[in-house]
């Protein structure tokens, strides 16, 4: 009686799980012993296609930069720099939700604007110099004036 398909991959299941060892050593061996085919093989493969990764890759990150996740980790990374310490550890999330949902200056209302280049009313995080706590969502005019007082 031939064996139906079910039956066929059954009998190859038990197979395996009966010499699961002896299977799992030896594509371990073979792995090992083609390892450096496999890296020449790789190799070759990245010489042939190299302008094409490289496009990829660019490409890829061209996508990620525009990308709010990533205007978000590269402002932060900015406030960090500048010296904004997180007071309620790793709450500079909360921080950027703040800074990126409020539209008024916070000393003068005027309408906040997001800008490639600062202008006196770009939208900015103002932050204690001394403390480094957050202190407000100002605009550009604003920050510079009370970057001046100091406290
Ligand atoms: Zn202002």
Redesign the pocket.
Known sequence: MPQTREQKLQKKKEYYNSNKKEILEAMKQYRQENREKRAEYNKQYYQENKEKIAEKKIEYYKQYYQTDQCRKVRRIGQWKHSGLIDSDNDNYESIYDYYINTTQ??????ELTQDRYNTS?TRCLDHSHITGLFRNI??????CRRGEDNF
């Open positions: 200056c916070e000393n003068c209302d005027v009313t100002l605009c550009q005019g604003c920050n």
